[in-house]
């Protein structure tokens, strides 16, 4: 499974931005992915996660609320809306997926893709 991530950006604190995972073949349907981030001098942490084929998801108590992560099947993307961004916000994006959403959340098992960079001032 590969994986690209895109879509970070620098912004202003209370602004949104829209990630996007492209997954190839049919990873969407059969692996649940996820997204985590890595900030300067943390460790990665998991943000948000949507079981295989857009089922039920999961999301960090620091971005419920904010965040939202969905997929499009016909596109083998998924995407993670964020709004009402924060400084603390800020950290390198990655997507991953697993087949056990479970797993890949408690593990950080599966695949991954590179990072994109999001950046939030104040």
């Known amino acids: 499974v590969q994986l690209q991530a895109s879509g970070g950006g620098s912004v202003q604190a209370g602004d949104s931005l829209r990630l996007s995972c492209a997954a190839s073949?049919?990873?969407?349907?059969?692996?649940?992915m996820g997204w985590f981030r890595q900030a300067p001098g943390k460790l990665r942490e998991f943000v948000a996660g949507i079981r295989r084929g857009g089922g039920s998801t999961r999301y960090a108590d620091s971005v419920e609320g904010r965040f939202t992560i969905s997929g499009d099947n016909a596109k083998n993307t998924v995407y993670l809306q964020m709004n009402s961004l924060k400084r603390e916000d800020t950290a390198v994006y990655y997507c991953?997926?697993?087949?056990?959403?479970?797993?890949?959340?408690?593990?950080?098992?599966?695949?991954w893709g590179q990072g994109t960079q999001v950046t939030v001032s104040s």
């Open positions: 991953a997926a697993d087949r056990d959403l479970t797993d890949l959340i408690n593990n950080y098992s599966g695949y």
């Open positions: 073949g049919r990873a969407f349907s059969n692996y649940g």
